[in-house]
């Protein structure tokens, strides 16, 4: 069981970086580079215009390597948290119980995810005059500038975006299957899909103030906020105003619906495959 859950998460996180990393790309570059760009479509077409169409799967790499274990993390974390939440008689969870189930699952994953995002917004970031050759080059460089800190600059904003949202995301999704199925009495391909979209926009609306913060920290040098989120939050509000904490929102927006449909789906028939011809995993 727990293979199976560890399996069907990985799976669901390689279909959500490869069909959405290339408005992630664009949502960071929108939230790093305050003015660079007019809205979602100015960074669109001037990123293809600059770069040809791989420009928007800058630092895919990162993602890649790490998005199965920390998918496959983050899908058994859930699953533990129900399971340590749940009664002895085993009566649905409510939606304070998922919600907490779910940003348990945000808490676990930090540690491996945020290395890998610093690396993958430093990347997307690139344009000419690379400073940073590929994935490995970049680990070296910053290992080399700041050690192991500067690898996991950006931690405190990730975790407030991702302990909060994580609860919103999963408890959404939870909900919406649990009241589908009472419906239909059976899953069929658009439920996990419509529920896992609704879910991702769910979670990118609590998460977008935190993930621009973190952008912002993750795309800077280790020197230039040496207090994290007290330095960078105060400049942000002075000098953009509050409505900077949503920006990259558009493409967000319209990634997080297909991408974590297409996560869920993927999740969904990972799952079914492996309950039905792998039984014993």
Known sequence: MIFSVFTAGGVGGIATTIFGHPLDTIKTRMQAA???YKNTTDAVVR??????????????????????????????????????????????????????????SGLTTTVFSVPGERIKCLLQMQTKGAKYRGFKDAVVKLYQEGGIRNLYVGTC???????????????????????ETENEHHVSLWQPMFAGGVAGIGNWLVAMPMDVLKSRLQTSTIKKYPK?????????????????????????????????????????????????YFPWI
């Open 34 to 36: 305050p003015g660079a």
């Open 47 to 104: 990123t293809l215009k600059r770069e040809g169409p791989m420009g928007l799967y800058r630092g895919i790499t990162a993602p890649l390597i790490g998005i199965v274990p920390i998918f496959a993390l983050s899908f058994f974390s859930f699953g533990l948290g129900k399971q340590l939440l749940s009664s002895p008689t085993n009566e649905p969870l409510t939606p304070l119980q998922l919600f907490l189930a779910g940003m348990f």
């Open 228 to 276: 994290g989120m007290r330095s960078v939050l105060p400049e942000l509000l002075r000098i953009e105003g509050v409505g900077a904490l949503y920006s990259g929102l558009i493409p967000v927006i319209i990634r997080a619906f297909p991408a974590n449909a297409v996560c869920f789906l993927g999740i969904e028939f990972a799952i079914h495959i492996l309950d039905n």
């Open 157 to 179: 904003a990730t975790l407030l975006r991702d302990v909060p949202s994580g609860g919103i995301y999963f408890g959404i999704y939870e909900l919406m299957m649990r009241m």
